[in-house]
């Protein structure tokens, strides 16, 4: 003869702690916004996208402007004199998201490109009093996406999800 004993209390217990995990998954939202801040610093230290394309490469005017501002020729793609885009890459979780990137004023426009004047252009007196007006940007800059989900990102999302709803079962 099988008997299968069935204890009720496991159960519930086992389904408060899925339950209680989803209800609130700031945790695990925590722990992927860590991933994906972590891997957008590679795709910096890399100079690629999150599927590992290489970035375009800084234009000769660009690399003209820092020459003569004094900025030395930092080279890499998206890494300028000051760093400040790949140093401001910050997670914000919540109990059901995450959000990652910058907010600095850059950011978007090396996420996706801007074309010549996109914004507008900046009218003005130069130092010796002539006019002159700028557009901005002063070029097309092509689009260097840093922030996304490549194949690797997935699969470390996927298991981190994993591992917080084992430990959510207490296995």
Do not use: C, H
């Not at 004094?70 to 885009?85: A, H, N």
């Not at 801007?114 to 130069?126: H, K, L, P």
């Amino acid at each position: 003869m099988i008997t299968v004993e069935i204890n009720e209390e496991e159960i519930t217990q086992a389904l408060a702690r899925v339950s209680a995990a989803l209800s609130d998954m700031t945790p695990l939202m925590q722990d992927i916004g860590e991933l994906m801040v972590n891997s957008t610093r590679e795709n910096f230290k890399d100079g690629t996208d999150p599927d590992g394309t290489p970035w375009a490469p800084k234009s000769p005017a660009t690399l003209e402007a820092y020459r003569r501002r004094g900025d030395g020729q930092p080279t890499r793609p998206l890494i300028g004199p000051s760093r400040t885009l790949s140093t401001t890459i910050n997670a914000e979780p919540s109990a059901d998201r995450v959000a990652w990137g910058s907010n600095v004023i850059q950011a978007a426009v090396m996420q996706f490109g801007a074309e010549a004047g996109a914004f507008g252009a900046r009218v003005g007196r130069d130092k010796n009093g002539r006019e002159f007006s700028m557009s901005i940007p002063w070029g097309a800059i092509p689009a260097r996406p840093y922030l996304g989900v490549g194949q690797e990102d997935t699969d470390a999302i996927v298991t981190t999800i994993e591992e917080y709803l084992d430990s959510a079962l207490g296995q």
